[in-house]
Every structure is written in C-alpha cells, then in structure tokens.
C-alpha cells in the first residue's frame, strides 16, 4: 500500500515558496524599497539619514543619492536585492538616475501585480513591456538633440545637465558655482572621459560656494625636513619601496650578539646598505623622489644633502594617480636608471588650505589633470557635496562622449508615455494592457517630483498631459513656480543616455522579478564543531 506521508525533496530547514505566494513576496519586496527611495526624488526631495554600526564604523552619513542609500542598508528579500544592484550599476554606468531607476522599476511591479490580479500571464504582461520599452526608447531618441558641432551651445548643454543633476543634491544653491567647476573640469579632459584625471580633495573649514577648481595636482602630504619646498622643473622619480633603517626584514627573526660594539655594527652595515640605496637612486638624475613607504630619517637626510626633495608615505591611490599625471611609472628596483621613465612637472610647491599643508604640482605632464577642492562646514556635508559632484562628473563625462540631450521636469517620461500609449491603442489583445501600464507607470515619475515638492500632482499632471497632446512636447514641470513650463527656455537638460539607461534597467528589473513563480531557499549550513585540537 502506498504511503500517504509527503515526500521530502529539499534538505531540513530549507525553504520553498511557490506560485502566488513567490511572486507576492517578491513584489512586496521590490515595492518596498521603492518607496523607501521614492522621497528623495527630484529637486525638492527629502534626504535619509543612515546610521552605519558596523566595523567600519562610518557614524552617520546624510544622502539623497539612491545608491548611497540602497548601498547602506542591508536587504534580505531577493527581489530587493534586484532593485539595490540595477541602482549600483546605474551609479557605475552613468553616474546618475539611481534613485529614477527604482522608482520606476518599483511602479512597473505594481502596474504587473494588478494586471496579475486581473488574470493576465506574467509572459503577456512581459511582451507587452517590451514592446513598451522599443517604443518608448524610439520615441526619447527622437526627441534628442544634439548641438556638439557648436562648442558654445554645447558648453551650455553641459551647464545645464550639472545644474539638473545637482539641483536635486546639498548642493542646490551653489549649483551655478560647481556646474562651471564639473564642466570646466570635464573639458579639460579633452573628450578622454579618464575621471582619474580628476580628484576631489575635501577639506573642512570656509563654506560650499569657497570650493575652487586648482590646475594640476594637490597631495595631501608634506614635503621632508630641510628639504626645498619650492622646485622648478621637477625630474621625478615615483617609487615603492622599503626606506626604513633599523628593520631586520625577515619575519619572526632574532640576532644575538656577544657584546654592544655588535650592535654598533649592524647598525652601520644597515646604515651602509642604506646609503648605497639612496646613492642608486641619485644616479637617476633626479630631484624630487616620492615613496608610497616611510622615508627614515638617515635617507631622509641623506637625500637633503643632494638637494633631493623627498616626499614619503603617498598613499597608493595618490601614487597612482601621481604615476599617471606626472607621466612616470612606479619603480621597486634602481639598477637600471636608462630603462626607468621619470615623471615631470613645471612647479611643486607647498601650499595651504585652511590650516593644512599639501603639496602643489603645477604643469604636470597630463595637462588636463586637475582637482577640485571641496570646503564646507562639517564632514557630512562634505561627504555629500562629493557625492554630488561625483555624479554630476560622470555624467558630463559620458555626456561628452554620446552628447545628445534630452530635457529633463518630467518632459521625457510624458513624451514616452504618450508614444507607447497611442501604439497601445492600435495594438490588439491583452498586450495593450500592458502597454497601457507601462505608460502609465512612465507617467508616474513626474507625478512623484510634483508630491515630494508638496504640490497638487493631479491638476500639474493633467495640465502636462494636456500640453503633450497638443503638440507642445518641450513642456515640463518648473519646481520653482509650481506650475508647468518651457524646458528649452528654463534649461532644465538631461544626458539622453541617462534617460535611456534609466528606461532599459528599469524595464528588464522588472522583467526579471516577473517571471519567478518560485524562489528556494537553501538550508544554511550547520556550524560544525572543531575537534582538531
């Protein structure tokens, strides 16, 4: 006779949720976080505060950034996780639309759940997204423009995307100020798009708008004791190697000696050894030496004798960067000095910020390096105003590179919305239906800027549709006068590739969280106990 008990498949304490009750969890979960970043959308969002209490204890971090926000916090919900990793990449890809990403992503879900509700397939509702998606992307491409044949036009793009990326950050009212700052820094890079090139030095003390762009490169480092500070047509060697005397360098050994005068002697063999180093290193014919190591105090001496200026301790980062702006390579060994390629600059000098010194390269190799230094009141605004510049950089430097525009106020999405809602109209079957939502979920980003400014979103909307259907197809919401407005003649651009990015992730998040119908958990591994010993 058969037996009746259920056949157990999954290992002990491993977890299976089937059909309905997968999907729901994961759009519960999807939605979830979309409205977790849903208020900090648009000019006038709000900003989180998060609390890290973690081992690298980051104390308290003030952001709008959606990826700043989706990286901090730990999500267990698969789903979820969907969400935070298509914000990340956004961040990597483009630099900004972290938060747009999710927000849309999180208003197709909930469009998919009601037509599910309603019967209809995940599979029709994912082919009617898609073509969605091809319609609308048509339709953003058509309404691009591109004015990189005139630099003057062009520059003001730019101006206007970092004004658009940054109005919606800390630094709002000194946009004018850091979106000349962005954009003069991109174009120095001359269309390369390296942001290496760029670095961003914060320093507390004076105020947001004191923050000033410096041509060449700043390392925050001091130059030696009795060593030049200022040098003229620099010949510099960049290296990384061991600089300290007294270290025996093998691990874990011991020397024993018979009397003191042993010691003695060590120590100027060290010495000799030392010296011997520092000689090979003068035979590059150099004058200014900086090591990612510390620098002892006999070399440090030895090469201010030479009149060497000797810089110790460059972090990795700075000497890598320092490598790739002065046009040098990072040595270890000194045998060959003919095969070595030195770095060079114009000028180092020291210089002051606030109550610290660094150090200034001026004329440096790579000529569009440079950096921006950031002032503000205390660290978390200084944290945030880099964030935001960070973002602002990005996308001008991918704007430079794909250099169509697009305008921003909720004027694209509406254009989209329109398009693929007239082709819904002629597309027969339950696939319309899907198209519909996706229009109406496109619909539902300028719907949100309107709320989190604490405006009526019904009457702005609807005033916006209206516009759109009668041909005007520039109009978008002006935050400003709370009313609906020109965005050619307000200024309000985006980067046509942000747009687009911020369609497809969104749509193929989406997409995927759609299809599970189960999701299994594994049964965590037991702890077994160590019996080694």
Excluded: W
């Excluded at 180093?277 to 440090?300: A, G, S, T």
Aim: aromatic share 4%; proline share 2%; with cysteine.
């Amino acid at each position: 006779m058969a037996s009746l008990q259920p056949v157990q498949i999954l290992k002990r304490d491993a977890e299976e949720e089937r059909g309905e009750t997968a999907r729901m969890s994961s759009f519960v979960g999807a939605i979830a976080i979309g409205d977790l970043v849903k208020s900090t959308l648009g000019p006038k969002g709000m900003d989180k505060i998060l609390i890290n209490n973690g081992p690298h204890n980051e104390g308290v971090q003030v952001t709008n950034d959606g990826a700043t926000i989706l990286k901090s916090i730990g999500v267990d919900n698969p789903a979820a996780k969907v969400l935070v990793d298509i914000s990340l990449v956004q961040d990597d890809e483009v630099g900004d639309g972290t938060t747009s990403v999710t927000v849309l992503a999180c208003e197709l879900l909930k469009e998919a759940e009601q037509l599910i509700d309603a019967k209809i397939h995940p599979q029709t509702i994912i082919s009617g997204y898609r073509k969605a998606v091809d319609c609308a992307r048509q339709a953003l491409s058509d309404a691009a423009k591109d004015n990189s044949a005139d630099p003057t036009k062009f520059r003001e793009d730019l101006l206007n995307i970092a004004r658009t990326t940054l109005s919606s950050k800390i630094l709002v009212h000194h946009r004018d100020h850091f979106s000349n700052l962005a954009v003069n820094a991109v174009l120095r890079l001359k269309g390369s798009g390296n942001l290496e090139a760029i670095q961003i030095i914060k320093k507390l003390g004076g105020r947001l708008a004191d923050s000033y762009l410096e041509e060449g490169f700043l390392l925050e480092k001091k130059i030696g004791v009795n060593q030049p500070k200022r040098l003229e047509d620099a010949r510099i060697l960049i290296a990384n190697t061991a600089m300290d005397t007294d270290k025996v360098k093998v691990f874990g050994s011991k020397v024993r000696v018979d009397s003191t005068a042993k010691v003695a002697e060590l120590e100027l063999a060290e010495k000799e050894k030392m010296k011997d180093k520092v000689n090979l290193i003068l035979k590059h014919n150099i004058n200014v030496f900086i090591n990612r190591q510390l620098i002892y105090n006999y070399p440090e001496q030895l090469f201010a004798d030479a009149g060497v200026m000797a810089i110790e301790h460059a972090d990795f980062e700075g000497i890598e960067r320092l490598a790739l702006v002065l046009g040098g390579e990072i040595v270890s060994t000194f045998g060959n000095p003919e095969k070595v390629r030195l770095g060079s600059c114009k000028v180092i000098e020291e210089i002051m910020i606030g109550e610290d010194k660094l150090i200034r390269f001026s004329g440096v190799a790579l000529g569009e390096a440079c950096t921006i230094v950031v002032r503000g009141a205390t660290k978390q605004i200084l944290d945030e105003a880099e964030r935001s510049l960070h973002d602002a950089l990005c996308v001008l430097s991918r704007t430079v590179k794909e250099t169509k525009i697009v305008y921003g106020g909720g004027c694209s999405e509406m254009l989209m919305a329109n398009a693929v809602q007239q082709l819904s109209a002629k597309t027969p079957g339950k696939e319309a239906m899907a198209m519909e939502a996706f229009a109406k979920s496109l619909r539902q980003l300028p719907t949100i800027i309107a709320n989190n400014a604490g405006y009526d979103s019904s009457e702005l909307i609807s005033q916006l549709r209206a516009m759109h259907a009668d041909g005007k197809t520039n109009a978008g919401l002006d935050m400003i006068n709370a009313t609906v407005g020109d965005m050619e003649s307000l200024g309000i651009t985006e980067s046509f590739l942000v747009k687009r990015q911020v369609l497809l992730s969104a749509a193929e998040a989406a997409e995927m969280i759609l299809r599970v119908d189960d999701i299994i958990k594994a049964a965590p591994r037991k702890r077994v106990p160590d019996h080694s010993h």
